[in-house]
């Protein structure tokens, strides 16, 4: 079978590498399973990048609830972005935020297909 995460979007090589790495076990059913239920659940990169750039308009965290972090997105909402440099440390590390939720999302789909 070929490698069924090339068919994700914008799809980092630290992402791809804990993918191979997580499903190296899985039957072609099951990692068929596996990606339809984590491409629905994945956040690209970019699109965190796009929703920090809006915390700089005055709607800061936003960033935050989509990466599954209510309680920073609601610190950032309150504090103006922690007075925007909370916002512009998110534009920074974007991939890392999207690296690190897709991460989880991956462990979590893995617990549900098995």
Same mark, same amino acid.
């Given at each position: 079978?070929? =490698? @069924?995460?090339?068919? !994700?979007?914008?799809?980092? @090589?630290?992402?791809?590498? #804990?993918?191979? =790495?997580?499903?190296? =076990?899985?039957?072609?059913?099951?990692?068929? #399973?596996? +990606?339809?239920?984590?491409?629905?659940?994945?956040?690209?990169?970019?699109?965190?990048?796009?929703?920090? /750039? +809006?915390?700089?308009?005055?709607?800061?965290?936003?960033?935050?609830?989509?990466? %599954?972090?209510? %309680?920073? %997105?609601?610190?950032?909402?309150?504090?103006?972005? !922690? /007075?925007?440099? %909370?916002?512009?440390?998110?534009?920074?590390?974007?991939?890392? !935020?999207?690296?690190?939720?897709?991460?989880?999302?991956?462990?979590?789909?893995?617990? !549900?297909?098995?």
């Amino acid at each position: 079978m070929e =490698n @069924p995460f090339l068919n !994700l979007k914008s799809v980092t @090589p630290t992402e791809m590498m #804990n993918l191979k =790495n997580l499903t190296a =076990n899985l039957s072609d059913d099951k990692l068929r #399973n596996f +990606v339809s239920v984590y491409s629905s659940k994945r956040r690209e990169a970019e699109m965190i990048l796009i929703i920090s /750039c +809006v915390g700089l308009l005055g709607f800061a965290g936003i960033q935050r609830f989509l990466v %599954g972090q209510i %309680g920073m %997105g609601l610190l950032y909402f309150f504090t103006g972005g !922690l /007075c925007l440099i %909370g916002t512009i440390l998110d534009i920074v590390n974007h991939k890392q !935020l999207a690296d690190e939720y897709n991460a989880q999302m991956a462990a979590e789909t893995l617990q !549900l297909i098995q």
